[in-house]
């Protein structure tokens, strides 16, 4: 048998060593012999070899002549049949674990089985486990988990077809047990055209899942003495950038079925997240259907549905859902926003959408959210345009059921007849008068009427005269067919005759003249319509107008301008319209403070021209790097600020800084430095107990 190793390999020593360091690897070699379990033959054996290679290499001449032969490009060794496991073992032991088990493997397989119960087959075997582990732990070295796998698996097959070795069997099985998160990671992780690995990853990720309990573990598993709930849920937040959308809706969907609460959750943001991504709104409803189900402990899902309506364009609903939210919190940052409502529903909106939806998904790119090309796009509008005509129609629909006439049974003898039309007034029916006092009753919602929406009313009730109006013909000759009370009350013929044709005239004049009218005056009055075609206008304002908003996102990213000095006194700024001297002024003071308070030279004390909320947040930053030991020196230059927008009660100026910022521990010792020349940021204003006060900011716009 020729085996892929020289005798430098063999016995361990490079091509450039002396006959010293040849006899002393040597030395050591024998004294380490392998004490896995092999039989003395085969360690005796061993121990020749290597003798036998010292010998040759120690030897000038020798050494001279095989040195010459691997120039020549010779390569490997042969080895006597006798001595082919001991070879196999001193491959093993070079370094080359996968080499020597595919041989060793093979040496096992027919024609080359060896005889049952003999020494060979029992060091073969033993030696086939020890290649396979090593192999396995080699690949996992070059983080190719799934063929660190194969070998495991190899090796455990073979152990079970020779049936020896149940204790290294059983270690093998463990291993094997223990690769499966990382197995799954190196299959998901390859490029999306090998369809087959990923297939077959995801499919080990269900199955995983599924045996653990749920995303919750609720169940012991064999995965729990090695992947406890902390463990997988690291390992699950890695996994996930790795699935697309529609494979997380699939397998979170499939999840919750089995009794996953958790599962539910992350199917309810994948839903939004494709439905905001691909602007497909149908799948913000689904999401809602699920969220709405769900019954979370600790979870306050009145914010996320209210997001949900925010982009279904019904802004009442979202106040209402906000307004609802358990967060004492948000409700008070909501309340106490120096803009209105709407813009602070945006921006939670807004961030929610950057930070927790759109994150964690292959094929959604995370990038800075745009509530303006959302309510921009035309498939949107259209959308939510037929969702208005549906609701409309259904509470149209409804009324008309419960709050317009109901069908009478007539009567049929005079006397019945006349109680009928005597009470006319009580009866809700459509006379003149009763179909105005009924209409007024409809529960129309307030901003959806349009010429459309009137053409499609004014048709609805149009019907439902006509059907009045057979019925009562049909009712009329049932009445004449009975002689009876034609002999008894002739007169009653021309009462009735009379009664269905000025009830038929009165409506239909009513819906053309008065009813039409009513309507176009009310429309005049009302608020425009939330969503509108675009090229139709309503009192000047489209759907970008009144989702308007400037989003405003969460940044650690504070700057202090060097030239400000320690003399600045904190002033409010009362001006109506400040300068923008003025503005730069009350920002520099905020970052000098702010740059002080970091490094731990001073307190925070700007009450009167920075929000709350902003001086909070810096207080937590500096607990938070108390705890880690650490202090932040930022020096930044103001180089240029412009005026973004300005209203009464806001204002947004753009800055751009020249930004140093440096991380040093208690001790002194240096920790990390940025540097950004230019820092874009936006600082907002609000303007609240008659001064001007700085809000918040976006930093790298």
Known sequence: ??????????????????????????????????????????????SELLRLTADLLTDPESRREYENLLLNGSSGLEFPSNREVAGLILLWESGAPKEAFKITRKALQPPQTPALGSSREADLTLLAALTARDSAIQEQQLRSYSNAADFLQEGIQLLQRMGKLGEIRKDLEEDLASLLPYRILDLLSRDLNDQESHKKGLNMLENLIIKRGGLEGNNKSEYGNYLNQQEFEAFFQQIKPYLTVQEQIDL??????????????????????????????????????????????????????????????DIDQAYARFSSSSDENLRDWINNYPGNKLEAICIFCKNWLENDVLVGYRDIESKEVDLDSWFEDREIQEFIEQLEKKSYKTTLKSNLQNQLIKKESYPKSSEDFES??????????????????????????????????????????????????????????????DKENFSRSPYLIYIYAFLILFTFGIGTGFLRNNFKKSIQDNAVEDKPLIVVDKNQKVDNKDITQEIKKKSIIKS????????VNNSFKVEKLTKASPSLQEIRNLINVWLLSKSNYLSGKSEINLSKIVSKGLIDRTIEERQKDIKKGIYKEINSQIRKIELESQTSSRIAVLVELNYLERIIKNSGEFVNETSL????????????????????FVSGI
């Open 1 to 46: 048998m020729e085996l892929p190793l020289d005798h430098f390999r063999l016995i361990g020593v490079s091509p450039s060593s002396t006959s010293e360091e040849i006899l002393r690897a040597f030395q050591l070699r024998l004294d380490k012999t392998p004490d896995e379990g092999f039989t003395y033959e085969v360690l005796t054996q061993r």
């Open 677 to 696: 020349t230019p820092l874009k940021v936006k600082y907002i204003l609000g303007f609240s107990n008659k001064s001007w006060k700085l809000v918040d």
């Open 420 to 481: 009928t039309f005597v009470n006319v007034e009580e009866r809700s029916l459509p006379w003149p008068g009763g179909i105005k006092k009924e209409y007024e009753k409809l529960d129309i919602p307030e901003n959806k009427f349009n010429e459309k929406t009137f053409n499609n009313t004014s048709i609805e009730i149009y019907k439902y005269l006509i059907e009045k109006f057979a019925e009562l013909k049909f009712s009329f000759g049932e009445f004449l067919k």
């Open 556 to 563: 650690n990213t504070l700057t202090v301008d060097q030239t």
């Open 252 to 313: 979170f969907l499939e999840l919750q079925k089995r009794g996953s609460l958790e599962a539910g959750f992350l199917a309810f943001l994948s839903l939004t997240a494709i439905g905001f991504s691909r602007r497909k709104p149908e799948k913000l409803f689904e999401a809602r259907r699920i969220l709405k189900k769900l019954n979370l402990s600790g979870l306050d899902s009145m914010p996320l549905v209210g997001c949900l309506d925010l982009l279904l364009a």
